[in-house]
């Protein structure tokens, strides 16, 4: 049975749509209803992790009158954009009130106030721009979930999740009300130690074994991906 999308839907997907292209994100069509690229519409997502998807790519994409999801690309193609997800909402809660526990971290209370975030099916997204060249792909943090960057994807707003949950940015952190905010070295440093991550570039012992780090492991991943959807995190 063909799914018709609606009016209001379709209004609230182009809005952002055009958004994220205003924010320099590179953005690809995700199946709708689930987290796996439409490979339908793309042979593989790999090539927009190092370059913006051309205005005849996306309309090709999102054009056609059919209900997409869609997932933005982080690191260095998209300006440095880098999302914290939390796997639950007591992460998102927990890592707060821990900062408001320390006085070093008002820095980061304060641009928090400025910073948009999305409700995944459970947990949450917040999107945020990295100092220059951060380097590694993907760390796990101490709250539940990842730091993502370079090579990762999020499934973002107005996507539909697997659970039937639509993603959507909170009110009073809505993308198309702000712009992630550029943090210097400084709160970067300060950010990652918040989330308990190392702050020594060469150390490994926070690093997600299973992100991409070479081509011919990026594509035996996508492989994976592939086969088992229920893989791909939200």
């Not at 198309?176 to 905010?181: A, G, N, R, S, V």
């Amino acid at each position: 049975s063909m799914v018709v999308i609606g009016m209001a839907d379709d209004i609230s997907f182009r809005k952002y749509l055009e958004r994220y292209r205003q924010l320099e994100f590179s953005v690809i069509p995700i199946t709708y209803g689930q987290k796996t690229p439409d490979f339908k519409l793309i042979a593989s997502w790999e090539p927009y992790a190092s370059r913006l998807p051309t205005k005849e790519e996306i309309d090709g994409w999102f054009n056609d009158g059919k209900p997409h999801n869609i997932a933005i690309i982080g690191g260095a193609v998209s300006r440095n954009l880098v999302v914290i997800d939390f796997d639950t909402a007591d992460g998102l809660e927990q890592w707060q009130n821990d900062l408001k526990s320390d006085s070093k971290y008002a820095p980061l209370l304060e641009l928090l106030q400025r910073t948009p975030v999305e409700r995944t099916s459970k947990g949450n997204h917040v999107f945020l721009r990295a100092p220059s060249g951060v380097g590694k792909p993907a760390y796990n943090h101490r709250y539940g979930g990842e730091v993502r960057f370079n090579a990762h994807y999020v499934v973002a707003a107005p996507s539909l999740h697997p659970s039937g949950a639509v993603y959507s940015f909170l009110p009073d952190h809505d993308i198309l009300q702000m712009e992630p905010p550029r943090l210097d070295e400084q709160e970067w440093q300060l950010l990652l130690g918040s989330l308990g991550l190392e702050q020594n570039e060469n150390s490994t012992k926070n690093i997600n074994p299973d992100v991409y780090t070479n081509e011919p492991r990026l594509y035996r991943w996508v492989e994976v991906l592939r086969s088992h959807p229920e893989c791909v995190k939200d």
